[in-house]
């Protein structure tokens, strides 16, 4: 830092306001919590406690709102300190004034993240036979010294857009994020197959009244059929011998219509 950086004043501000800009940078929220009320009904302690990323902290006052500046203000402490990730540290309304934090101050390059979340994304994918994740830069934009990057992370027809101060971060926040995503709502399969493990698997094959598939008449029996012994199927691979009413042998395969239900016809 330069002489001239360094004498300028801080701009003053709020813990709370300071740590909510740092956060937006960063692509995160800090979560706040009221933990505890002490003392006496006249006088009365609050304890909060805030969580950005990894970091957690604790601060106290005598209302709310300072008790949450206290605590914004100590997790904004091991931040700035380079201190350890998951570290409990706590701090009173009297241990600081917002005046000696300043904006220009810089969070470390833990992004909050922890882990490898781009590890993590194509292992859930490789476990569950979807499509591997590809990234795709968006946008890049800002001045020369303060670059923001978006890159987009998608996997079969889920596309998900992470942010950052630097390609590699951007990268993280979309793997975790689309970590997050497929969890709770896995992809359409984009290969052509179906997973029959969410299906009722005693439930009769609807087929074209024309015709009567055997021996298979449930999707029970599609499964045991599998060639790769696995509980998902090619439905235009599978292919069998069906009569039709004139007993006819003929050949036909089996064409899903609605892969969600899993109705299937024959041609």
Known sequence: MDDKAATLPPIAKTPVSLLQELCMRRGHSPKYDLLQIEGEVHEPTFVYGVTVGNFTAKGS???KKKAKHAAAKSVLDTIIQGGAAGANVSASEDSGTPSELSVEIKPPNDDGISGNPVGSVLELCSEHNWPSPTYELTIEEGLPHDRTFSIACTVGTTRIIGCGKSKKLAKRQ????MTMRLKDNPPDDADGSI???ALNINA????SSDAVITPIETLKDL???SPD????????ELTQRCF???HTLQPKTLVCHDMKGGYLDDR
């Open 204 to 207: 009769p094959v609807p087929v």
């Open 174 to 177: 979309a793997a975790y994020k």
């Open 229 to 236: 012994g696995k509980d998902k199927i090619h439905i235009e």
């Open 244 to 246: 039709s009413k004139n």
């Open 195 to 197: 997973s029959l493990s």
């Open 61 to 63: 006052g005598q209302s």
């Open 223 to 225: 499964l045991d059929w």
